[in-house]
């Protein structure tokens, strides 16, 4: 599947989410370039600098419209690339490509939005469904901050096995500083609408020094197992 959202002042304003079956799925050798249905997705590298240009092709439910785009960044891979993998390699995380800049054009009828601006590209993979990876909670951050992204990734485990805990400062030239032994904490509990408990305010704070505060401004997307806010 291929899903699109589109967000204009904090809020969602177009969704997208299509299905396709197996065989609509052209994967290249390189793993990384594929065409799925009539969309196009494209990585170029050369040697450590990456361009990522995705053409859109969709069809829009109700309608007899298409939706056309082209989303495209281009910059320095993280060296080395960073991560979380799963006990069993069942699940792995990386960021690819941070505190980038790039251009979106998106055309529905008669209708264009251009967007440029900071990009950040990641790679969240599986050989198992979520549900399956003994997952308890999971709290992923991405601030963009000048002229370098923070990013903090925390997994507790349902059985209580070792937690992944990560606190990263990623520059535009790929270099990537990780904050060692870095403490969670949470306040002001809230309840969303479809159930999920959140807290407006998380602290971190690391033995070398690191402090940092994350206040939750709004709820973009609230689902029944899954929330996704703006931040500051």
Sequence with gaps: GLS????????CVDYYLQEYPADALRLASSGRDLDLG???IRWHERGSELELRIQ????????????????????????????????DAG?????????????????????????TGRCYVDSNASSKPLNALGIESWRWG??????????????????????IELVLEIFPDGRVHSHRNVRMRRTASRRSMFGPAYSSRIELRGDDGFEFDVHVKHVVDDGPFYLRFIVE
Excluded at 4 to 11: F, P, S, V
Excluded at 93 to 110: D, I, K, N
Excluded at 143 to 161: H, N
Aim: charged share 25%.
């Design 142 to 163: 991405r601030i963009a901050l000048q002229e370098r992204e923070l990013i903090y990734y925390f997994v507790e485990a349902e059985d209580g096995a070792p937690d």
């Design 4 to 11: 699109l959202a589109r967000y204009e002042k904090g809020r």
């Design 91 to 115: 699940h792995s995380w990386c960021p690819l490509m941070t505190a980038t800049q790039g251009r979106a054009e998106l055309t529905l009828g008669s209708a264009t939005a251009t967007l």
């Design 38 to 40: 009539l969309c196009r």
């Design 56 to 87: 859109l092709d969709l069809p829009v439910s109700g309608s007899d419209e298409r939706l056309w785009g082209v989303i495209e960044t281009r910059g320095t891979s993280t060296q080395p690339p960073p991560g979380a993998a799963g006990r």
